[in-house]
């Protein structure tokens, strides 16, 4: 299971980012927001194969709540692969936008003192440990280190969220402002897993002209890194979502297992295992593969609506 | 004692329904089964099942712990009836 030919699998890639980048979209690069994580750097490297690395940008775009590893890892890869990057800190961008505002205001509606000072992070419940339903919490620590825990409000909840995602979709309107001042495509970065369960933004992260690894599961993406030479350090940065002031992993957030099990879980189901099949290999037992059968179903239901493009109504 | 109307069960029910139909079908509701899987049948996504677990608790004044925001209590109009009316009962008595 997620074997992957990794020369085989480069060498495809690379001659489709060349076909449609070059001669479909008649474009002369690729621009791509760089992380400092192993997709970001694993597309800009096969981008620097595919097109030389004269024409590839990368963008290095913290914030604020950024990791301080995110700027330090994207200019690692950056000159690793010998590119030209651009460092926009998009803090000032997100503040003009009221993004840190809206987003306290939202989580004082459950915790009365946030402010100043407090730093926080959405949170779920574990899939595999209980049938119930995942409704997010806020943790926050205050200045003085006190850490408070409260259900988000569906206000709140959306309240968070929307303000949170400008982070995404600045980033994505500076990387089309630098695709357009230079006639370059915007390269995408998700993988299998974050396109199929849509953890993304719409107009956010999830746009871009052309998503390179978004077939890949994200151990196909490591074994793909290494064969690639990817630094190291980056591929063993543990996958984080690096949007909120505190220190968040994916599955605290988003998904139900960390991705090496779920993985092995979305592979399982898309190719007709059963939950008894599945549960040795994830070390879970059989029911609770299938309470995430249907979180990847319940998520897919959702991503649907990311993914669907504007609806149009033509009339015959 | 003396109950307000919205704790008596049929009531209890009728309002469930009402905010199902008027929430998540916008009006179209008429072929609701009241026993029917909100998730199942779609009617219901995650964001949708807070909306209903806030409402149940700001209707109903209660207090819906985590561990009791499962598909048993929740996932269809008879089920949230009952478990609204399980958690209603004892404040009943007491009254």
Redesign the interface.
Known sequence: MLELDCQAEAARIESAMKEVVLKRFKKKGVVLGLSGGVDSSTVATLAVRALGKDRVLGLLMPERHSSSDTLRLSCLIADHLGIKAIHEDISRLLETAGCYQRQDEAIRLVIPDYGEGWKSKLVL?SVVE??????FSVIAESPAGEHVEA?L??EA??GVVAATNFKQRIRKMLEYYHADRVNYAVLGTPNLLEYDQGFFVKLGDGSADLKPIAHLYKTQVYKLAGHLGVPAEICSRPPTTDTYSMPQSQEEFYFSLPYGKMDLVLFGKNNGYSAEEIAPAVGLRAEQVERVFRDIE?KR??ASYLHAAPVTLTTS | MKYSDDFLPMNQTKQIRDFVISNFMFGEGAGLNDDASL?DR?IV???G???L??FLEETFRLKID???????N?DSVTKAAAFVSRKTAPAQVQA
Request: charged share 25%; glycine share 10%.
């Open positions: 419940p209980g049938e119930q339903f995942r409704l259900r409000s569906l909840y959306l319940g239901k959702m | 998730i779609g996504d995650s964001t099942m807070l909306e677990i806030v985590p561990d009791e925001m499962i598909p048993e929740l």
